[in-house]
């Protein structure tokens, strides 16, 4: 089972591809794949909360990551977000002047 190949473009970052309908099939087959116990139900109610069609991979990473570890002080960055790239680009040149 694959995602259908016109999600990707070629040059465009894969945290930004937006899921569609096929990722349900996926889900499915994942989830038939894995062996069954007692935090199989839980798991798949993460995980088909977390991968929706509309969502781009990287929110819905991001989702599972907080569904699974959110509780423990997970903190999550997208490195395609143009704030945090701005950001972090000074804070890289100030340390790196610091530092000479």
């Keep these: 089972m694959e995602a259908s190949s016109d999600l990707h473009q070629e040059g465009q970052p894969v945290g930004r591809v937006v899921i569609d309908g096929s990722i349900e099939a996926i889900l499915t087959q994942l989830l038939e794949l894995l062996p ?9 109610v993460v995980v088909r909360d977390a991968w929706r069609p509309g969502r ?7 989702r599972m990551m907080t569904s699974l570890l959110g509780s423990h002080g997970l903190v999550l960055l997208d490195p395609l977000d143009p704030r945090l790239k701005a950001s972090g680009g000074a804070a890289l040149c100030e340390s790196s002047v610091a530092r000479t």
Aim: no cysteine; proline share 6%; hydrophobic share 40%.
């Design 36 to 44: 069954i116990s007692e935090f199989t139900p839980d798991l798949e």
């Design 56 to 62: 781009s991979y990287g929110e819905a990473f991001a």
